[in-house]
């Protein structure tokens, strides 16, 4: 049986979907099952927080999907601890790109801490490194709702983003079979695109107009970003990892999703079809 952890974010929604249709069993711990409505798996209440109340949801099983967002190790460390004493055998943990470096970018930091505590732990793990993700370009939503530009923050500078679909297939590969433990893998797309370009691959999928718009500075992106705030040391790591971006002209890409998977990542316009109905009526 497999554990879910994020199951309700991008990432691990997407997982869920593909395990249903494997008819792999798995459980997600999530703070609300009435609210999960996850296909196939059975939601159990649980919470991070909460490392007394794990102990049910780890019972009987032998592998885990870890996903942790935000800066903090609490989280991670509290299911780390129930996967030992639950004899679990393997761990896949999503990380990121920003995770390795000379020096590692604030954005990678908590990343790299939370791999290493996978690593130390003495449960077999698969460490998954994905880029920029595709599923990033909803946080557009509201501007192209509210007809107004969408504000480009990085200018120049291109990344190849991934499909959270192509990462759960690389997940549900490395949680279901043998072969990848010890492993840590890179996840990019295909195509190095600007943040312009992929407005304009957006554009043509919804047949509509979209303007776009470069920030003035890179705190006007942040506060685009979270409009409510964002703790301050997120927002200067989003800070620096938007200027690293802006100064990468050529973008990382990998093969490891076509090597892992026998077949092409999902391009850009594939995602921005499978998902236009989210971002409004076409014209």
């Known amino acids: 049986m497999i554990l879910l952890t994020g199951a309700t974010g991008n990432i691990g929604r997407e997982l869920t979907r593909q395990l249903a249709t494997a008819a792999t069993p798995y459980r997600a711990l999530v703070r609300d099952p009435a609210r999960a409505e996850l296909p196939g798996g059975a939601a159990c209440r649980g919470d991070l927080d909460d490392p007394d109340a794990l102990t049910p949801a780890f019972d009987g099983i032998s592998a885990l999907f870890l996903l942790v ?26 990380s990121s790109f920003w995770a390795v470096g000379d020096p590692i970018p604030a954005m990678g930091r908590w990343h790299h801490e939370r791999e290493r505590l996978v690593r130390e732990s003495g449960i077999a793990s698969t460490i998954l490194r994905p880029g920029g993700l595709m599923s990033n370009a909803l946080e557009w939503v509201p501007a192209i709702r509210a007809g107004a530009p969408i504000l480009d923050p990085t200018g120049p500078g291109r990344f190849a983003p991934i499909d959270p679909a192509d990462i759960a297939a690389v997940a549900a590969l490395a949680l279901t079979k043998d072969g990848h433990g010890g492993a840590a893998y890179d996840l990019t797309g295909d195509e190095s695109l600007t943040c312009a370009e992929q407005v304009g691959i957006l554009a043509r999928v919804l047949d509509r107009r979209l303007a776009v718009r470069a920030t003035n500075t890179v705190e006007e992106a942040v506060r685009a970003r979270f409009p409510r705030g964002a703790p301050p040391a997120l927002a200067a790591a989003i800070a620096e990892s938007f200027e690293q971006m802006r100064s990468d002209t050529v973008g990382l890409r990998t093969g490891t999703v076509k090597e892992l998977l026998g077949r092409a990542p999902h391009t850009f316009e594939d995602w921005c079809r499978a998902h236009r109905l989210a971002f409004g009526p076409t014209e």
């Open 69 to 94: 967002p935000g800066t903090g190790m609490e989280h991670a460390r509290n299911a780390v601890a129930a996967a030992h004493s639950a004899g679990v055998e393997r761990i896949v943990v999503i």
